[in-house]
């Protein structure tokens, strides 16, 4: 598959997908991709390995797995765990089978068809097809994998024979394989990362793979091996082996539908819906525990203005700068949520009102001092915010109570010239009774 630069999270989101290849600026960069790619054409040309596993009609084998390759590339799903985003796809596993089914002649063959057919899809979808150099990267890529993966099971070929107590149950074997497929996955997130690395000028941390996210992978890795077994068999078996993985997969995709319904499309911020509902839980969690809430209701000054002057596109990208903005100033428990077209609200937990207005003074001066750039434009934009800011329990009992507290003091800053931060007037219009243990959590 094509490198990718994992766009870096907050918490505010749990999925954003990748761009589809990172381009190649920087020598280094070029040079590391030759460096691939010669020795993937050496190692194609110069080994001479037999099959794991054999099977019947190679040829017929390999060209319908390249083509169920090609296929599983087409359906990716994503989704961010540990602060990076990920990709689920069945075509990594379905390679590795590759390696397992056939000798090395025809695992290239396939794994070169698989990138041709790959080509000609995304051509076919009428989808801008991957720059020719990431397709050639990337079947050597799978080559210098697979090379360390067969050359670490031929290393292991002694246990696969000893006969352990209990031969019949196949450990040898099963340990050379699953040596190999790790190797395989640390070799290939290895390449992938640093080509990365080198790319886009970021630090191998930027772009490292956590050990949750290669847990995930490699669980789904590890399909290859009962697969390419029942392959080994029956062709036409293994298609049972498939179902649950197909399952699976499925499941895989829920966190990006649950982002997608949550999510506003253009910043990334949670939608006006889930933060309602963000919203009830933190006022109920902090009636419980007595831990501090604040609210800020947030808006762009005079924002119909920029997009009358300037049009929609150039109003977009304030809208995604300013997003980019507050996203960058929060702790990592606040949630900042996109509420209304020009409107964004955050909450904070365990955040006094001083803190609160003082953080609110912070990100109001961010945005005045900030150039507003974009495309076609002679020079940057400047845009204001007015802020207002209520607090849990002295401006508001319940979510709706304090949603007006702190829209009332976005509204006063509006009167009193905008630019300005304004802290809502203590008007709590229900008795309330703080529990045992009240502010007794700081942040």
């Known amino acids: 598959m094509p490198p990718s630069a994992a766009a870096p999270t907050s918490g505010k989101a749990n999925f954003v ?19 691939i790619s010669v020795a993937g054409v050496f190692f194609a040309a110069t080994r001479h390995d037999d099959a794991f596993w054999g099977t019947p009609y190679p040829l017929a084998s390999a060209i319908v797995l390249a083509i169920l390759v090609a296929c599983a590339s087409a359906v990716v799903t994503y989704r961010t765990t540990e602060g990076l985003t990920e990709d689920a796809s069945l075509a990594m596993p379905l390679n590795f089978a590759l390696l397992i089914l056939f000798d090395w002649r025809y695992f290239v063959f396939a794994t070169a068809l698989a990138e041709l057919l790959i080509f000609f ?3 076919s979808r009428k989808k801008s097809p991957t720059v020719w150099y990431i397709r050639t990267y990337n079947p050597c890529a799978l080559v210098v994998a697979g090379t360390a993966a067969e050359t670490t099971i031929h290393a292991l070929a002694p246990i696969q024979h000893a006969p352990l107590g ?17 190797v395989w996955k640390i070799v290939h997130n290895l390449t992938d990362s640093t080509l990365i690395t080198l790319a886009a000028g970021r630090s191998i941390a930027d772009v490292r793979v956590p050990p949750g996210v290669f847990l995930s992978q490699f669980a789904l890795f590890l399909i290859a091996v ?24 499925r499941l895989l995709q829920l966190p990006e539908l649950e982002y997608r319904a949550t999510t506003d499309g253009r910043t990334g911020l949670k939608n006006a819906e889930a933060f309602d509902r963000i919203l009830n839980d933190a006022v109920e ?5 007595g831990r501090d809430l604040v609210l800020l209701a947030i808006d762009i000054d005079h924002f119909k203005a920029v997009n009358d002057t300037y049009g929609h596109l150039v109003g977009d990208v304030v809208i995604a700068g300013f997003a980019a903005i507050l996203a960058a100033e929060v702790r990592k428990d606040d949630v900042v949520a996109r509420t209304g077209g020009e409107e964004f609200a955050l909450l904070m937990q365990g955040a006094d009102r001083d803190a609160a207005v003082s953080f609110a003074e912070r990100v109001r001066g961010r945005i005045e001092a900030h150039d507003f750039e974009s495309i076609g434009l002679a020079a940057p934009i400047k845009v204001t915010a007015s802020i207002g800011v209520a607090f849990f329990p002295d401006d508001g009992l319940t979510t709706t109570e304090l949603s007006r507290a702190a829209d009332s003091a976005l509204y006063r ?16 219009t229900t008795a309330f009774v703080p529990p045992t243990g009240w502010q007794a959590e700081t942040a």
């Not at 990748?18 to 020598?27: F, I, R, S």
């Not at 209990?166 to 790790?182: D, E, K, R, V």
């Not at 800053?413 to 709590?428: D, F, I, T, Y």
């Open 226 to 249: 009962p697969f390419a077994r029942m392959w080994s068999f029956s062709p036409w078996l293994s298609l049972f082996s498939l179902a649950p993985v197909v399952m699976s997969y």
């Open 166 to 182: 209990i031969a019949w149950l196949g450990i040898g074997p099963s340990i050379a394989l699953f040596a190999g497929a790790l």
């Open 285 to 289: 969690s902090s009636i419980a525990t």
């Open 413 to 428: 800053a509006k009167r009193e010239g905008r630019n300005a931060v304004r802290a809502a007037e203590a008007e709590a």
């Open 17 to 35: 997908a990748p761009p589809e290849a990172t381009p190649l600026t920087t020598a280094p960069s070029w040079a590391f991709l030759v460096l």
């Open 121 to 123: 899809s995304e051509w």
